[in-house]
């Protein structure tokens, strides 16, 4: 069975940091793309950054370039979203999803073949 499990979120003041981590299990992260998306109250589910199954490209949303980070590591089938200088806007759901081949197109929710539970992120003072 192909399974995406979070864990990492939590509550943080703006300007915080939190490290999300996505545990896979039932195939090895070299087998598809993976990523992490989040869903905020009343908004749609977006990709905020996507990496493919050679760990070679990397996506990442617009508003969250330079300030997070997604990275792997192969010997614990984990990946990884490093969030610095968080902002109020980036509280939401955060999901890691499974894409059904080795490359993620647009980073979009049409792809996903497996989606974890979530893990809550809350950024506010």
Known sequence: QLQVV????????????????????????????IGWFRQAPGKEREGVSCMSDTGNVINYKDSVKGR???????????????MNSLKPEDSAVYYCARFRS????????????????????TVSS
């Open 102 to 121: 080795q490359t993620f197109g647009f980073c979009t929710p049409s792809r996903v073949g497996t989606w974890g539970r979530g893990a809550q992120v």
């Open 68 to 82: 997070f980070t997604i990275s792997r590591d192969m010997a614990k089938n984990t990946v990884y979203l490093q």
């Open 6 to 33: 979070e864990s990492g979120g939590g509550l943080v003041q703006p300007g915080g940091s939190l490290k999300l981590a996505c545990a896979a299990s039932g195939f090895s992260l070299d087998d598809y793309a």
